[in-house]
């Protein structure tokens, strides 16, 4: 697969093995109306690509060199297509077991060394350049060169854990832009069928809120009892108080003992 490579400009080989390891992993895909980009595996018959790659299709070719044909050229289905993150999952059992680039669990910095594979031409093309900033409108960007056909390519750590998806392009600027690994971790859950959405809130779920209710039972009767319990004890000195005999008051007048 390494005969195949393009190398863009200014990439150091010999200081970049884990970059150049991955891309055994990196394939270019076809469509049938002739467009093309690119995916990686992540494990076995496994692979992530842009959904705008794929739209349209739910088969599409795998191979080395663009040309979708020989040896090296496998079928692939479009699993799950998320287009509001312009992510698409492929299955591509027939495709060579081993290998594959693992998601980064962590967003890179400002000032990072990062790696782009992708595939402008009939080829594979690995590239080099920094990041720009970690987040710009939910994507990543970097100074990594990039063309339409790397759509759907990793970017790259020096370590070969892809940081994000490449998907877009500036033509300006020469930034491109790609959708974090989170992100792409998060689509292929819900591909394999594992659920991804967040817990319920416990303040609105019924369940939640009838139990938190059943638990205020005991404190609502105790309150209750107590109150009812004053109130009898305080009837209870009303009455007592108004059986009690009045006072007799003694008015002496004239040395005459009376008796109120």
Do not use: C
Not at 41 to 70: K, M, N
Not at 72 to 82: F, G, I, K, R, Y
Not at 205 to 230: E, G, Q, R
Request: hydrophobic fraction near 45%; charged fraction near 15%.
């Amino acid at each position: 697969m390494l005969t195949e490579l393009v190398v863009a400009a200014g990439v150091a080989l010999a200081t970049s093995p884990a970059p150049i390891d991955a891309l055994d992993s990196v394939w270019v895909v076809s469509t049938p109306d002739a467009h093309q980009g690119t995916a990686f595996q992540l494990r076995d018959g496994l692979l992530l690509t842009a959904a705008h790659v794929v739209s349209g299709t739910t088969t599409v070719r795998l191979s080395i060199d663009g040309r979708g044909v020989g040896p090296t050229s496998v079928s692939a289905e479009v699993l799950l297509t998320d287009e509001a993150l312009d992510v698409a999952v492929l299955s591509a059992p027939d495709l060579r077991k081993g290998g594959g680039i693992a998601l980064s669990t962590t967003l890179p910095l400002a000032g990072d060394t990062v790696y782009a594979i992708g595939a402008p031409i009939d080829g594979l093309v690995l590239s080099r350049g920094q990041i720009v900033t970690s987040r710009n409108s939910g994507l990543i960007a970097a100074s990594t060169p990039v063309d339409p056909g790397n759509s759907g390519g990793p970017l790259l750590r020096a370590d070969g854990s892809a940081v994000g998806m490449v998907v877009e392009q500036a033509d300006a600027s020469g930034t491109a832009y790609a959708v974090p690994s989170a992100e792409l971790r998060q689509v292929l859950l819900r591909a394999e069928g594992v659920p991804t959405s967040k817990p319920a809130d416990p303040s609105t779920d019924p369940s939640t809120v009838a139990n938190a209710s059943s638990a205020f039972v005991p404190i609502a009767l105790l309150i209750a009892l107590l109150a009812l319990a004053i109130a009898a004890i305080t009837l209870l000195v009303v009455l007592l108080h108004r059986r009690r005999r009045p006072a007799r008051l003694i008015i002496t007048l004239d040395n005459e003992a009376r008796f109120t």
